[in-house]
């Protein structure tokens, strides 16, 4: 479960985050040529014939795993590696966008609006899946836009094209190749004609972008017709939807979080999302909500979150947030979700304003960064452009030796800051 949810939260971080996600593979270093000899770029035909070998081979494996030749040779059939995908697969993004832009578009009035609408045309469905799987109405709503913004953008690759490029070559492989016997089990099982199967670029698919393996195990036939369609039937859709998130541990009735207010000298390296302490604990160290108040009497585990460091809103979230995590493991992807869900309930909107004026670090500023760090004798792995675990937790150290807020949070002014030092060093 855990780690078909993973791999969900994989491809969705990739496809609406990227850079933003810590845990994208490099592209498998090639060994190191000899010096003056060019590094061998297969020609477009030799990779054509590359791919054609590798269906070829993958045959077998698929066959060894319970595929007919008829289903394997009905979705390969004519199948070419698409280009496309191959560059997004190997490039990670210059920018990545800021939190909140991120924010302004999955919680947009616009969005909301629809997502009302959505609560009032499907309200039997919706209703009916809520009970059965204790899941709040907005919530599968709230995914349902942030997902494929209500089936507007369910993706139009041809999912056999899009895994097949993926399981073919690339730092994607270990995800791909089972994703992809997984769709073809899903064509077998379900009768699927393969150019209805249409999915993202990374083969997420339908309503609520599920992908290959999550369907097989989690997939549920919601409106009783005796198949799953998870492109075309609402009702399956929210129903698999709601049945991956009560899986992933939700409980009815409980919040997600609330945004709060932390106290002057917060002990910032204790907003950490792999922190947790109760609820009675932050109150004592002078967590309070945004307006001021008492925060909610709970035992549940309690971690702050800072979704853009120090000088943005903080949340106090609770295990109901760490359920849409498992559905995907982006941070500000269960943030969108939480925030149109509450919208969509007439809660609230965030209080505390977002640091508009940060600029995101570049790739290039980004690896300086990791550079900056790497001489300065942190620890931080591999030099690859994507702030992790390791580089926020060396910012943090840093940034408490320098008597700043020890939030791990990159801005630019911690990059001058650290890049003087590294050069003093
Ligand atoms: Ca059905």
Known sequence: MRVLVLFLAYLL????????????????????????????????????????????????????????????????????????????????????????????????????????????ADADILGRVSRKYGVPKEVLVSIWGNESDFGRSMGGYNMFQALATLAYDGPR????????????????????????????????????????????????????????????SVADAMASTANVISNAGWVDGKPWGIEVKLPAGFAYEEADLNLTKTVAAWTKLGVRTVMGGDLPASDDPASIYLPAG??????????????????????????????????????????????????????????????????????IGKIDGIIGSKARAALR??????????DGYATQDLLTRIAMDAKTH
């Open 13 to 120: 971080s990739m496809v609406l985050l990227a850079a933003a996600y810590g845990g994208t593979p490099a592209a498998a270093t090639p060994a190191m040529p000899t010096p003056g000899t060019p590094v061998p770029t297969p020609s477009p035909a030799e990779e054509d014939q590359a791919f054609a070998h590798f269906l070829s081979d993958f045959r077998a494996t698929a066959l060894a795993q319970g595929i007919t030749a008829d289903t394997y040779d009905a979705a390969t059939r004519g199948l070419e590696r698409n280009g496309h995908i191959q560059d997004l697969n190997l490039n990670q993004p210059e920018f990545s966008k800021p939190v909140w832009d991120y924010l302004d578009t999955a919680v947009s009035p616009q969005r909301i609006a629809d997502g009302r609408a959505v609560l009032v």
């Open 173 to 232: 492989t270990d995800y791909a190749r089972p994703q992809l016997i997984a769709a073809l089990k899903m064509m077998q099982q379900e009768h699927y004609a393969p150019s209805q199967m249409t999915s993202s670029w990374a083969g997420a698919f339908g309503q609520t972008q599920f992908v290959p393996t999550t369907f097989l195990n989690q997939a549920v036939d919601g409106d009783g017709d005796g198949k799953i369609d998870l492109w075309m």
């Open 310 to 379: 120090a000088r943005g809103p903080a949340f106090l979230v609770f295990p109901n947030f760490k359920s849409i995590l498992k559905y995907n493991n982006a941070a500000s992807y269960a943030l969108a979700v939480c925030l149109l869900a509450d919208q969509l309930k007439s809660a609230p909107p965030v209080a505390a304003a977002w640091p508009r004026d940060e600029q995101p670090l570049t790739r290039d500023e980004r690896l300086a960064l990791q550079n900056s760090l790497a001489k300065l004798g942190f620890d």
């Open 397 to 406: 150290t840093w940034q408490k030796a320098h008597a700043l807020p020890a």
